[in-house]
Nanobody, 124 residues
Framework: HVQLVESGGGSVQAGGSLRLSCTAS????????MGWYRQVPGGEREGIAA???????YYADSVKGRFTISKDNAKNSLNLQMNSLKSEDTAMYYC???????????????????WGQGTQVTVS
């Protein structure tokens, strides 16, 4: 069973930046797709960024141009650099990963096999 642990969340003023990280218990170079979702209380989970095994990245329109997803294989971590944060970015952010032999992700919305517990981001 793969464990994912997010970190880096917190409170920031609008216009500020945060960097989220997700550390996996298994080597991330084996993933076919990793990404970030976010969810507000009572709302649906929104896929906001994904990166596939080839390094291709995908973003939701709501974060495009402001957020950057990346992988650090040496540190076995997935990162999300969030700039120009807005109040509407306030949510719980979750890391997801899949270790399938096929099926590269092609959008920010992907059905991951493993999820982290989430990290809260609050923008005021």
């Amino acid at each position: 069973h793969v464990q994912l642990v997010e970190s880096g969340g917190g409170s920031v003023q609008a216009g500020g930046s945060l960097r989220l990280s997700c550390t996996a218990s298994e080597y991330i170079y084996s993933t076919n797709c990793m990404g970030w979702y976010r969810q507000v209380p009572g709302g649906e989970r929104e896929g906001i960024a994904a990166i596939n095994a080839n390094g291709s990245t995908y973003y939701a329109d709501s974060v495009k141009g402001r957020f950057t997803i990346s992988k650090d294989n040496a540190k076995n971590s997935l990162n999300l650099q969030m700039n120009s944060l807005k109040s509407e970015d306030t949510a719980m952010y979750y890391c997801g990963a899949s270790y399938r032999a096929f099926g590269l992700c092609s959008s920010a919305d992907y059905a991951y096999d493993y999820w982290g517990q989430g990290t809260q981001v609050t923008v005021s």
